[in-house]
């Protein structure tokens, strides 16, 4: 059995040898690992507890507004979990369940043409997170895939290149920019918040279509989670400057240069996003079990535990 230097030895391995194939150098070596023992380790452990706690599997959902490092906290924690405590933890993104274009362009022409760009609820599969989670709870558990979603191509990959879920998880983890979001009073939609809403959904249909989504489906695979840990950003500005450091990160990997959003086209696009998350931002910082207070400059600032 290892001894718990022996554990934090390897954890701290395997967390720099991730940062470094991520390409995360925005900080020192030693700030890092501060960030290690005094956030990620205290969150895992906190994790470990409630799966103790409960003794079956554990549905935590992770949100925060784009570009915001939520994948790369999902990976370290899976990480911890992983090294300290041997549970196997399942990571699955909300951007992987989103509806193929096709899917995507025919809601656009029957119902609204915003309905075509993908993000706002209505445009993700929820019957397939669904399927997964109640599967999941069966004492029999059988080998599944999972979708899996390219953003450049803007579309979802055939089902040879799914996930492939091997192994019953102990830990299930959705990370996504609007896991846990509630919907607004009717009263609250008829104000436009940004020019998209205002010149492109001038009679509410878009967004009353988005609210009833998270009114009915979202609201029943969300109320399947059992806690929240929700990243909150200094404010929705940082949302464009966050989303355009991604999109540069996805040009360099992406070999289909044309797919790739200009910084003209981000601006539009982060518009989608825009009263949802903060709508989160009141809500969730109120209602999340831990609460992850980030800086502008992509640092943490604090973390909150809720009893």
Not at 8 to 13: A, E, L, M, S
Not at 207 to 224: G, H, I, P, Q
Not at 297 to 303: A, T, Y
């Amino acid at each position: 059995m290892q001894s718990s230097k022996e554990c934090f030895d390897k954890v701290k391995k395997d967390y720099l040898k991730f940062l470094n194939q991520e390409k995360i150098y925005n900080k020192s070596m030693s700030s890092h690992e501060v960030n290690l023992k005094k956030i990620y380790i205290p969150i895992a452990f906190w994790i470990n507890e409630k799966y103790k706690k409960k003794g079956r599997i554990l549905f935590l959902g992770l949100s925060a507004g784009q570009g915001s490092g939520k994948t790369t906290v999902a990976a370290i924690l899976k990480i911890i979990l992983k090294v300290f405590f041997k549970l196997n933890v399942c990571v699955i993104s909300i951007d992987d369940f989103y509806k193929t274009l096709s899917e995507r362009n025919k809601m656009a022409k029957q119902k609204h043409p915003l309905l075509k760009t993908r993000g706002v609820p209505g445009t993700h599969d929820i019957s397939l997170i669904k399927f997964f989670f109640n599967s999941l709870k069966k004492k029999k558990f059988k080998k599944t895939k999972l979708p899996k979603f390219n953003k450049s191509m803007d579309d979802r990959l055939s089902k040879n290149h799914w996930y492939q879920i091997n192994k019953k998880p102990e830990i299930v983890l959705l990370e996504g920019w609007c896991v846990g979001a509630k919907p607004e009073s009717h009263v609250s939609l008829k104000k436009p918040i940004n020019s998209l809403e205002k010149y492109e959904d001038q009679y509410l249909i878009w967004r009353k279509f988005v609210n009833t989504k998270l009114k009915k489906e979202y609201k029943k695979v969300f109320a399947m989670i059992d806690h929240y840990i929700f990243m909150k950003i200094p404010n929705f500005k940082m949302v464009f400057e966050w989303r355009l450091l991604q999109e540069n990160k996805l040009k360099k990997k992406s070999r289909d240069k044309k797919k790739i959003m200009s910084y003209k086209a981000i601006k539009r696009f982060i518009m989608f996003y825009q009263r949802i998350t903060l709508q989160m931002i009141k809500d969730l910082s109120k209602s999340a079990t831990v609460v992850i207070f980030l800086k502008k400059n992509h640092e943490i600032k604090k973390v909150l535990f809720r009893s």
